[in-house]
């Protein structure tokens, strides 16, 4: 497979040289060399040799545990007053950076925590894009959000979030330090874990299980190998509040579970889980631990059926080629109550050549957003879509605009917070204006 493949690669490489910017160039030639020591093996290279192909990604990978050693205030239920009484999960940060052929790099950051602040990100965006190369638009922090972690944010907290925002930055580090080539591909699976929890009833809209309610069951995988083809990495989505338990104790809950299942099932792999459009979505049932593992283990079974584990010949492995195209932008909010000042709300569109288009919204959009982009954005031959929530901004809904006429807990939510809602019913147009736009900015055949 490598050979065909190389070869297909190295003709599309051959284009590439013009339009790569100076940045990265350097870097890239020294890796070329690496690269051709390394496939020569320790035999001399000779003039007559020809030239080896060029890696089209270089990938570096890093995980840190964040589980706080301190009893917090835990994060996600408001009635939940009381801090943590110990672990149950081990909570994790983890780090992808992917390199493109002509140096250009992206930097994905997921958290098992309850969201990814524009604080936090702001922070560690400053320090990443200082020292790594990384621009602040390819900077995409996403959150599981777990509601059995800590509340960074609280006051209490102090000491653990300047622990966070340290070991982000250092995380990011490590994971730049890695960089080596790699093979990335995307595959696909289903899993119904999630439920709609949006019933309705005589009294209006309640939380409530809902299986005729709309669900987005996609499982969205990007696959990391080495140049030996081993899986080093598989970063994998969903969309389902990651809510199966509501105790005292540190845990992932089922995207923890998936991610421990994925990498103790595949040697040497990091699971990265990165949060869908879930903001009126549930795991049933719930409440109990053995859910919060069985709906691990149902998603951690779609990962593997989405990179065709144990299966030869794969068929459905879509190779990803290209260069890294990244946009960021925030749009202003409204909210329902005129006098209040808009929010600045984050959308983020990265492109992997043109094989993957990852849109990452902010804060906790309701799954009407996923199933819009997809439809508005996939077309035949184009790339394959991904559609991330929590991502760069936390906390708050953001309703479509069906589920703010419909009203509800998604749609009526408020709170001390100020970008809670509820919001002007046209914040979904807006959102999906600036959706569009930067898929446009990051279309392949415009320079980067
Ligand atoms: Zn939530």
Redo the contacts with the bound molecule.
């Keep these: 497979m490598a050979a065909g493949q190389l070869s297909i690669l190295t003709g599309k490489l051959s284009l590439r040289p013009l339009q790569a910017p100076a940045r990265g160039g350097l870097a890239a030639a020294v890796m070329f060399g690496i690269a051709n020591l390394t496939l020569c093996g320790p035999a001399v290279a000779t003039a007559a040799d020809p030239a080896p192909p060029a890696p089209l990604w270089r990938a570096g990978v890093a995980a840190v545990r964040i589980t706080p050693d301190n009893p917090l205030p835990m994060a996600?239920y408001d009635a939940r007053t009381e801090p943590a009484e110990g672990t149950e999960q081990n909570l994790y940060a983890k780090a992808l950076v992917l390199e493109d052929a002509a140096g250009g790099r992206t930097l994905w950051i997921t958290l098992d925590l309850i969201g990814a602040t524009a604080g936090l990100r702001e922070t560690v965006a400053n320090r990443v894009t200082e020292t790594m190369g990384i621009p602040a638009s390819a900077l995409l922090m996403n959150a599981s959000?777990t509601?059995c972690g800590p509340d960074y944010d609280h006051a209490a907290a102090a000491d653990y979030r300047a622990f966070l925002e340290t070991t982000l930055v250092e995380l990011a580090g490590r994971a730049v330090a890695t960089l080596a080539p790699a093979e990335l591909a995307f595959g696909t699976a289903r899993a119904s874990v999630a439920m709609n929890r949006r019933t309705p009833t005589s009294m209006g809209y309640i939380n409530h299980p809902n299986p005729a309610g709309p669900v987005d069951h996609a499982v969205p995988v990007l696959s990391v190998r080495n140049a030996d083809a081993t899986l080093r990495a598989v970063v994998f989505g969903y969309a389902c509040?990651n809510?199966t338990m509501a105790f005292r104790r540190w845990l992932g809950d089922y995207a923890g579970y998936a991610q421990e299942y994925l990498e103790a099932d595949h040697a040497g792999t990091t699971a990265l889980f990165m949060m869908g459009c879930?903001?009126d979505q549930n795991p049933y049932p719930r409440r109990q631990l053995a859910y919060a593992q069985r709906h691990g283990r149902t998603l951690a079974t779609a990962v593997e059926a989405a990179i065709e584990a144990d299966q030869d010949p794969s068929r459905h492995q879509r190779p990803v080629t290209g260069l890294v195209r990244a946009a960021f932008e925030r749009v202003d909010l409204p909210f329902a109550d005129t006098a209040r000042r808009p929010h600045p709300y984050p959308v983020q569109v990265i492109r992997l050549g043109d094989d993957i288009l990852l849109v990452a919204l902010g804060m906790?959009t309701t799954v009407d957003y996923a199933l819009r982009i997809k439809a508005e954005f996939t077309v035949a031959n184009g790339p394959a879509v991904w559609v991330a929530g929590y991502s760069n901004d936390y906390p708050g809904?953001i309703p479509s605009r069906r589920v703010l006429l419909e009203g509800g807990y998604e749609a009526e939510q408020t709170g001390p917070a100020e970008q809670t809602g509820p919001w002007d019913p046209g914040i979904e147009e807006k959102i999906m204006a600036t959706v569009r736009k930067l898929v446009e900015r990051t279309r392949p055949e415009l320079s980067r």
């Design positions: 996600g959000h509601h509040h809510t879930a903001g906790e809904y």
